[in-house]
Protein backbone atom coordinates (compact mmCIF):
# COMPACT_ATOMS: atom_id res chain seq x y z
CA UNK A 1 0.00 0.00 0.00
CA UNK A 2 0.94 3.42 -0.99
CA UNK A 3 0.44 5.99 1.44
CA UNK A 4 0.41 9.38 0.60
CA UNK A 5 0.65 12.88 3.07
CA UNK A 6 0.26 16.00 1.40
CA UNK A 7 -0.53 20.01 2.54
CA UNK A 8 -4.02 20.93 2.74
CA UNK A 9 -3.72 23.81 0.29
CA UNK A 10 -4.08 23.77 -3.76
CA UNK A 11 -0.51 23.25 -4.21
CA UNK A 12 -0.72 20.05 -1.90
CA UNK A 13 -3.95 18.85 -3.77
CA UNK A 14 -2.29 19.23 -7.30
CA UNK A 15 1.21 17.69 -6.39
CA UNK A 16 -0.99 14.60 -5.59
CA UNK A 17 -2.93 14.84 -8.33
CA UNK A 18 0.59 14.46 -10.30
CA UNK A 19 1.58 11.86 -8.20
CA UNK A 20 -1.17 9.77 -9.07
CA UNK A 21 -0.79 10.90 -12.37
CA UNK A 22 2.29 9.03 -12.46
CA UNK A 23 1.47 5.84 -10.64
CA UNK A 24 -1.36 4.96 -13.06
CA UNK A 25 -4.93 3.87 -10.79
CA UNK A 26 -2.26 1.98 -8.10
CA UNK A 27 -4.05 2.25 -4.61
CA UNK A 28 -2.82 5.19 -2.43
CA UNK A 29 -4.40 6.11 1.43
CA UNK A 30 -3.70 10.04 1.07
CA UNK A 31 -3.79 12.10 4.30
CA UNK A 32 -4.33 16.06 3.79
CA UNK A 33 -2.47 17.69 6.95
CA UNK A 34 -0.31 21.14 7.88
CA UNK A 35 3.77 21.28 9.24
CA UNK A 36 2.75 21.30 12.51
CA UNK A 37 0.10 18.47 12.68
CA UNK A 38 2.55 16.13 10.37
CA UNK A 39 4.29 13.94 12.93
CA UNK A 40 1.17 13.26 14.45
CA UNK A 41 -0.48 12.04 11.40
CA UNK A 42 2.55 9.87 10.50
CA UNK A 43 2.17 8.24 14.26
CA UNK A 44 -1.89 7.64 13.73
CA UNK A 45 -0.74 6.25 10.22
CA UNK A 46 0.93 3.38 11.41
CA UNK A 47 -1.51 1.92 13.78
CA UNK A 48 -2.87 -1.34 13.74
CA UNK A 49 -0.75 -1.84 10.17
CA UNK A 50 1.08 -5.17 9.09
CA UNK A 51 2.49 -3.89 6.53
CA UNK A 52 3.28 -0.14 5.85
CA UNK A 53 5.30 0.12 2.29
CA UNK A 54 5.96 3.32 1.16
CA UNK A 55 5.07 6.75 2.40
CA UNK A 56 5.09 10.04 0.10
CA UNK A 57 5.47 13.56 1.64
CA UNK A 58 4.55 15.87 -0.55
CA UNK A 59 4.81 20.09 0.10
CA UNK A 60 5.26 19.91 3.76
CA UNK A 61 8.51 21.51 5.34
CA UNK A 62 9.47 19.03 8.01
CA UNK A 63 11.85 18.81 11.35
CA UNK A 64 14.28 15.88 12.44
CA UNK A 65 11.56 14.23 14.42
CA UNK A 66 8.68 14.13 11.67
CA UNK A 67 11.66 12.78 9.50
CA UNK A 68 12.46 10.16 11.91
CA UNK A 69 8.83 9.10 12.64
CA UNK A 70 8.72 8.83 8.81
CA UNK A 71 11.29 6.57 8.79
CA UNK A 72 9.09 3.80 10.58
CA UNK A 73 8.24 3.16 7.08
CA UNK A 74 9.45 0.95 4.23
CA UNK A 75 10.52 3.59 1.96
CA UNK A 76 10.21 7.41 2.01
CA UNK A 77 10.42 9.87 -0.81
CA UNK A 78 9.44 13.71 0.69
CA UNK A 79 9.00 16.07 -1.94
CA UNK A 80 9.18 20.49 -0.94
CA UNK A 81 10.14 23.47 -1.94
CA UNK A 82 9.60 25.60 1.06
CA UNK A 83 13.11 26.45 2.46
CA UNK A 84 14.34 24.04 4.96
CA UNK A 85 17.56 21.83 5.82
CA UNK A 86 17.14 18.30 7.21
CA UNK A 87 19.45 17.71 9.77
CA UNK A 88 19.82 14.19 9.75
CA UNK A 89 18.40 11.72 7.33
CA UNK A 90 18.13 7.87 7.52
CA UNK A 91 19.57 5.92 4.47
CA UNK A 92 15.88 4.61 2.98
CA UNK A 93 14.12 8.37 3.40
CA UNK A 94 14.91 10.57 0.08
CA UNK A 95 14.07 14.72 0.71
CA UNK A 96 14.39 16.49 -2.63
CA UNK A 97 13.43 20.36 -1.57
CA UNK A 98 14.00 22.67 -4.72
CA UNK A 99 13.23 26.00 -2.71
CA UNK A 100 13.73 28.24 -6.10
CA UNK A 101 10.58 26.13 -7.29
CA UNK A 102 7.39 28.22 -7.30
CA UNK A 103 5.41 25.43 -6.15
CA UNK A 104 5.75 22.05 -4.74
CA UNK A 105 3.87 20.34 -7.78
CA UNK A 106 6.47 22.10 -9.95
CA UNK A 107 9.33 19.85 -8.06
CA UNK A 108 7.40 16.74 -7.93
CA UNK A 109 6.89 17.21 -11.65
CA UNK A 110 10.43 17.62 -12.06
CA UNK A 111 10.90 14.43 -10.08
CA UNK A 112 8.66 11.98 -12.08
CA UNK A 113 9.27 13.86 -15.15
CA UNK A 114 5.71 14.72 -15.75
CA UNK A 115 3.92 16.99 -18.01
CA UNK A 116 1.12 18.76 -17.25
CA UNK A 117 -0.50 21.81 -17.41
CA UNK A 118 -1.66 21.64 -13.59
CA UNK A 119 2.14 22.38 -12.83
CA UNK A 120 1.81 25.86 -14.36
CA UNK A 121 -1.61 26.58 -12.19
CA UNK A 122 0.05 25.11 -9.21
CA UNK A 123 3.03 27.98 -10.29
CA UNK A 124 0.55 30.40 -10.46
CA UNK A 125 -1.56 29.98 -7.42
CA UNK A 126 1.27 29.30 -4.84
CA UNK A 127 3.25 32.60 -5.77
CA UNK A 128 -0.16 34.61 -5.88
CA UNK A 129 0.24 35.47 -9.18
CA UNK A 130 -3.00 33.87 -10.91
CA UNK A 131 -3.09 34.98 -14.52
CA UNK A 132 -5.46 32.47 -15.76
CA UNK A 133 -9.23 31.64 -15.11
CA UNK A 134 -8.74 27.73 -14.48
CA UNK A 135 -5.86 28.30 -11.97
CA UNK A 136 -8.51 30.54 -10.07
CA UNK A 137 -11.38 28.27 -10.69
CA UNK A 138 -8.99 25.80 -8.89
CA UNK A 139 -7.95 27.99 -5.39
CA UNK A 140 -11.44 28.77 -5.51
CA UNK A 141 -12.36 25.34 -5.46
CA UNK A 142 -9.85 24.35 -2.74
CA UNK A 143 -10.36 27.12 -0.19
CA UNK A 144 -14.70 26.25 -0.63
CA UNK A 145 -14.03 23.08 0.32
CA UNK A 146 -11.64 24.12 3.34
CA UNK A 147 -14.45 26.04 4.52
CA UNK A 148 -17.20 23.83 4.60
CA UNK A 149 -15.72 20.52 5.86
CA UNK A 150 -13.25 19.89 8.34
CA UNK A 151 -11.63 16.68 9.51
CA UNK A 152 -11.98 13.32 7.59
CA UNK A 153 -14.96 14.49 5.43
CA UNK A 154 -12.15 17.05 4.23
CA UNK A 155 -9.64 14.80 3.64
CA UNK A 156 -12.29 13.02 1.27
CA UNK A 157 -13.46 15.46 -0.31
CA UNK A 158 -10.14 17.39 -0.98
CA UNK A 159 -9.19 13.42 -1.86
CA UNK A 160 -11.97 13.34 -4.34
CA UNK A 161 -11.01 17.21 -6.09
CA UNK A 162 -7.20 15.50 -6.81
CA UNK A 163 -8.59 12.37 -8.16
CA UNK A 164 -10.83 14.36 -10.21
CA UNK A 165 -8.13 16.97 -11.43
CA UNK A 166 -5.57 14.07 -11.84
CA UNK A 167 -7.65 13.53 -15.19
CA UNK A 168 -7.22 16.66 -16.56
CA UNK A 169 -10.83 17.00 -17.58
CA UNK A 170 -11.52 20.17 -16.12
CA UNK A 171 -15.23 20.38 -16.42
CA UNK A 172 -15.87 18.71 -13.51
CA UNK A 173 -15.38 21.76 -11.66
CA UNK A 174 -18.26 23.09 -12.74
CA UNK A 175 -20.39 20.17 -10.38
CA UNK A 176 -18.63 22.94 -7.44
CA UNK A 177 -20.22 25.69 -8.58
CA UNK A 178 -22.74 25.82 -5.71
CA UNK A 179 -20.25 25.60 -3.50
CA UNK A 180 -17.70 28.11 -4.67
CA UNK A 181 -20.34 30.72 -4.82
CA UNK A 182 -21.68 29.92 -1.01
CA UNK A 183 -17.79 30.80 -0.76
CA UNK A 184 -17.83 33.93 -2.47
CA UNK A 185 -20.39 35.39 -0.58
CA UNK A 186 -18.12 34.29 2.72
CA UNK A 187 -15.71 35.63 1.01
CA UNK A 188 -17.04 39.09 0.44
CA UNK A 189 -17.87 39.51 3.62
CA UNK A 190 -14.29 38.50 4.72
CA UNK A 191 -13.09 41.37 2.19
CA UNK A 192 -14.94 44.21 3.86
CA UNK A 193 -14.30 42.95 7.53
CA UNK A 194 -10.96 43.17 6.66
CA UNK A 195 -11.29 46.37 4.90
CA UNK A 196 -12.42 47.79 8.70
CA UNK A 197 -10.60 46.32 10.66
CA UNK A 198 -7.07 45.72 9.68
CA UNK A 199 -4.58 47.98 11.74
CA UNK A 200 -1.14 50.18 10.39
CA UNK A 201 1.22 50.01 12.76
CA UNK A 202 5.13 52.12 12.31
CA UNK A 203 7.60 49.60 14.02
CA UNK A 204 11.73 50.65 13.34
CA UNK A 205 10.54 52.04 10.13
CA UNK A 206 8.80 49.18 9.32
CA UNK A 207 5.00 49.49 7.91
CA UNK A 208 3.61 46.33 9.89
CA UNK A 209 -0.64 45.60 8.83
CA UNK A 210 -2.25 43.47 11.31
CA UNK A 211 -5.48 41.73 10.92
CA UNK A 212 -7.18 39.65 13.68
CA UNK A 213 -9.25 36.48 12.94
CA UNK A 214 -10.68 33.32 14.70
CA UNK A 215 -10.92 30.73 11.92
CA UNK A 216 -8.61 30.03 8.82
CA UNK A 217 -8.74 32.86 6.29
CA UNK A 218 -7.10 32.92 2.38
CA UNK A 219 -4.36 35.29 3.03
CA UNK A 220 -4.12 36.65 -0.02
CA UNK A 221 -7.24 37.88 -0.44
CA UNK A 222 -6.59 40.85 2.16
CA UNK A 223 -2.60 40.68 1.62
CA UNK A 224 -3.98 41.54 -2.07
CA UNK A 225 -6.02 44.70 -1.01
CA UNK A 226 -2.72 46.04 0.88
CA UNK A 227 -1.09 49.37 0.13
CA UNK A 228 2.23 48.12 -1.80
CA UNK A 229 4.45 49.96 1.17
CA UNK A 230 3.17 47.26 3.38
CA UNK A 231 6.12 45.78 5.01
CA UNK A 232 4.76 42.87 7.38
CA UNK A 233 1.10 41.93 6.82
CA UNK A 234 0.54 39.66 9.69
CA UNK A 235 -2.75 37.72 10.46
CA UNK A 236 -3.39 36.47 13.40
CA UNK A 237 -5.72 33.54 14.03
CA UNK A 238 -6.75 32.27 17.29
CA UNK A 239 -7.97 28.78 17.78
CA UNK A 240 -9.82 27.93 20.38
CA UNK A 241 -9.38 25.08 22.82
CA UNK A 242 -11.01 21.58 21.66
CA UNK A 243 -11.77 17.77 22.46
CA UNK A 244 -8.30 16.78 20.99
CA UNK A 245 -6.60 19.79 21.48
CA UNK A 246 -7.20 21.36 25.25
CA UNK A 247 -5.12 24.19 25.07
CA UNK A 248 -5.47 27.43 22.64
CA UNK A 249 -3.63 27.73 19.24
CA UNK A 250 -2.60 31.06 17.59
CA UNK A 251 -1.71 30.36 13.94
CA UNK A 252 -0.05 33.05 12.44
CA UNK A 253 0.58 33.98 8.83
CA UNK A 254 3.13 36.28 7.27
CA UNK A 255 3.15 38.44 4.12
CA UNK A 256 5.08 40.86 2.64
CA UNK A 257 4.12 43.68 0.04
CA UNK A 258 7.81 45.08 -0.33
CA UNK A 259 9.95 41.67 -0.15
CA UNK A 260 10.82 41.97 3.47
CA UNK A 261 12.02 39.02 4.14
CA UNK A 262 9.18 37.01 6.46
CA UNK A 263 10.41 33.55 6.62
CA UNK A 264 13.27 34.64 9.91
CA UNK A 265 9.84 36.26 12.03
CA UNK A 266 8.10 32.42 11.10
CA UNK A 267 11.21 30.82 12.53
CA UNK A 268 10.69 33.00 15.41
CA UNK A 269 7.89 31.37 16.23
CA UNK A 270 8.69 28.00 15.18
CA UNK A 271 7.20 27.70 11.52
CA UNK A 272 8.52 28.18 8.20
CA UNK A 273 7.90 28.60 4.58
CA UNK A 274 9.32 30.98 2.10
CA UNK A 275 10.89 34.33 3.01
CA UNK A 276 7.87 36.00 0.77
CA UNK A 277 5.05 33.60 2.61
CA UNK A 278 5.39 32.15 5.66
CA UNK A 279 3.55 30.65 8.94
CA UNK A 280 3.64 29.11 12.06
CA UNK A 281 1.37 27.70 14.44
CA UNK A 282 1.80 28.71 18.14
CA UNK A 283 0.07 26.27 21.41
CA UNK A 284 -0.37 29.84 23.19
CA UNK A 285 -2.12 32.80 22.45
CA UNK A 286 0.07 35.80 20.93
CA UNK A 287 -1.27 39.26 21.52
CA UNK A 288 -0.78 41.91 19.01
CA UNK A 289 1.64 44.00 21.34
CA UNK A 290 4.12 40.48 21.47
CA UNK A 291 4.19 40.21 17.76
CA UNK A 292 4.89 44.19 17.28
CA UNK A 293 7.42 43.55 20.24
CA UNK A 294 9.13 40.52 18.10
CA UNK A 295 9.04 42.56 14.64
CA UNK A 296 11.01 45.19 16.65
CA UNK A 297 13.51 42.82 17.68
CA UNK A 298 14.12 41.03 14.75
CA UNK A 299 14.37 43.70 12.44
CA UNK A 300 16.66 46.10 14.01
Not at 12 to 23: A, E, R, Y
Not at 236 to 244: T, V
Not at 277 to 289: H, M
Amino acid sequence: MITVMTHTDSDGVISLSLFLKKIQGIQVRAYFTSPVQLRDIICRSVQRKKSLGELYIFDLAGENKAIFAAAIYDKVLWVDHHQWEPEEVPSHVDVVIDSRAKSAAHVVAEYFNIQSPLVELADQIDTNDVKDELAERIRETVGAIRHRHSGIDLNKKLEKLAYELATEDFSVLDSYNELVSDYREWINRLRDDATKHTRIYRVKGLKVAVYEATEPIPVYLISNELPDDVDIFAVIIYMPPKERRRVPVTKLEFRTRTSKNVLKLAEFYGGGGHPLASGASVTDIITVPELLKAIELLYT
